[in-house]
């Protein structure tokens, strides 16, 4: 157990709609990533928070939004669901973001039907 | 820019045996880090180890070894005795200042052990 909570663990939804993916980073961690893995794409890396600001973006899609909240809890929030977003999103979070070990939270798996 | 290479992209052995996994990366930072994650059926990435490139040193854990060498730009894997339980997809990354240290994963190697 990375310390790293992510809820749900699996959400089904239909094209068009608009879910939320709640991460808790590990006690002390200020850092927040969130990431995309899909069978043709690899594990993709979205964007970073720290300490409640935005400090790095990968490439997430202008529908996909992100927030690192007060007590550091993070939501992806992923809107007009197409098929293609179906795959595994994963939190991590890391001690301060520079070079330090990132541990992964289990993962949501959203499916677009 | 930065980039993995792990061009195993399945491996198929007997329990037992011993398998190396293969990393190589490309990087202009002479500071960077490499890492070795691990991918079971369930899903969840577990992290295994952290090597920062000044430390060449050959690290073992338990059946896990990592040998990584700068000369070729490679960060290898090797599992002794494998198990059963070690079948699993392996991601290497890369993390540098030149990627604001967020890590470049390669595509994964699939390690599937045969009881």
């Known amino acids: 157990d990375s310390g790293v909570t992510q809820t749900p663990k699996h959400l089904i939804t239909a094209t068009g709609q608009r879910v939320t993916l709640r991460c808790s980073p590990r006690?002390?961690?200020?850092?927040v990533y969130w990431y995309q893995q899909s069978l043709d794409q690899g594990l993709q890396f979205l964007i970073q928070y720290y300490n409640g600001e935005e400090r790095a973006k990968g490439n997430i899609l202008e529908r996909f939004s992100a927030q690192q909240f007060p007590d550091l809890h993070s939501e992806l929030n992923l809107s007009s669901l197409e098929l293609g977003d179906s795959a595994l999103y994963f939190c991590a979070s890391s001690l301060q973001g520079r070079a330090d070990t990132q541990y992964f939270g289990p993962g949501t798996r959203l499916t677009v039907l | 820019a930065q980039k993995v290479t792990q061009a195993q992209t399945e491996i198929s052995v007997v329990e037992k045996e011993d398998v190396t996994l293969d990393c190589v990366y490309e990087t202009r930072d002479t500071t960077y880090y490499l890492f070795w994650y691990k991918q079971p059926p369930s899903g969840e990435l577990v992290f295994l180890i952290r090597?920062?490139?000044?430390?060449?040193q050959n690290e073992i854990s338990g059946r896990y070894s990592w040998n990584f060498q700068k000369s070729t730009s490679s960060f290898n894997f090797t599992i002794t005795a494998s198990q059963v339980v070690d079948s699993a997809v392996y991601f290497c990354a890369l993390s540098s200042s030149g990627g604001s240290y967020i890590p470049t994963f390669g595509r994964g190697t699939s390690l599937i052990v045969h009881p």
């Open positions: 006690s002390g961690d200020l850092s």
């Open positions: 090597r920062n490139s000044f430390d060449e």
